[in-house]
């Protein structure tokens, strides 16, 4: 669980979500919040990708994973950003970065005493999305953000 309990009168009250979704055991909105803002902060500070968001609104980066994990992870979220491979396009992500990526989700996820299960079910999650987010097959990291890239507008 992410740092707080499953609060079932809280975060999840009406939400209809199948008890024991991963969303509740990951510990409601609250923790998906916690973790995020943990994520992202750490992927700020990590030279392998962090220019990737110089040009990025990053409070909108921010609401956005928490309603793509909220959503994703069986929670009463609805995900209303770019999808993926728009959200992504001429960003010239490699291969390299897109697991330095991860292993920044997974440190955070360490960080929160999140357990094994959870994370080899987040993990399935994220994944799949790595056709649609890498463009570059490289091992490199630390590549510039490409001045083609269009950053989201601020929400
Ligand atoms: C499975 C892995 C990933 C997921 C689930 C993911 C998810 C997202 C989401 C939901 C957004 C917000 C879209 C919007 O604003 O409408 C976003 C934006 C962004 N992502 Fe990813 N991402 C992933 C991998 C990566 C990687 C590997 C990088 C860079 C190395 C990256 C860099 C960025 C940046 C810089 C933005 C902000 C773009 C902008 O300013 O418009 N992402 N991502």
Known sequence: MWGTSP???????????????????????DAITAVVRAVVDRQLKDDRINQKFARTNVDRVIKEFV????????GPCT?????MTEAHHDMGVTSGEFQAFVEDVVAVLDDFKVGKAEQDELLNILAPLRGEIVEVDSDQVGTPL?????PAPAL
């Open 79 to 83: 995900y209303t950003g770019r999808d």
């Open 67 to 74: 309603d793509l994990f909220c959503q994703a992870t069986g």
């Open 7 to 29: 609060d079932r009168g809280g975060a999840n009250a009406g939400g209809g979500t199948v008890d024991g979704s991963l969303y509740e055991r990951l510990g409601g909105v």
């Open 146 to 150: 490409p001045s083609a890239f269009m």
